[in-house]
């Protein structure tokens, strides 16, 4: 897939958006993430919200399996993102 500029990914666990480049030149001690499944963010740090709502929590959690069927296409996953207008 050819890189799309200015595409976003979220991250799983809070839902928070960030930038595919930004994720992508991470050294690990921002993000964790396998692959495209991000489970904590300088955001969150891994521990959701307690405020995000139960249906906000279901529709993360939809996008987890989509995610690690992506692999480490980050640029796929932001395409999906888009397409099911998650961001």
Do not use: H, Q, Y
């Not at 200015?6 to 921002?30: F, M, N, S």
């Not at 959690?61 to 296409?73: K, M, Q």
């Amino acid at each position: 897939m050819n890189e799309m500029n200015g595409t976003r990914t979220i991250c799983l666990c809070c839902g928070k958006e960030w930038a595919i480049a930004e994720v992508a030149e991470d050294d690990g001690k921002r993000f964790i993430r396998r692959g495209c499944l991000i489970g904590a963010c300088p955001a969150c740090g891994g521990t959701r919200p307690e405020r995000l709502a139960e249906d906000e929590r279901r529709r993360l959690d939809t996008f987890s399996g989509l995610a690690a069927a992506c692999g480490e296409d980050l640029e796929a996953f932001g395409w999906f993102l888009e397409v099911f207008k998650v961001i």
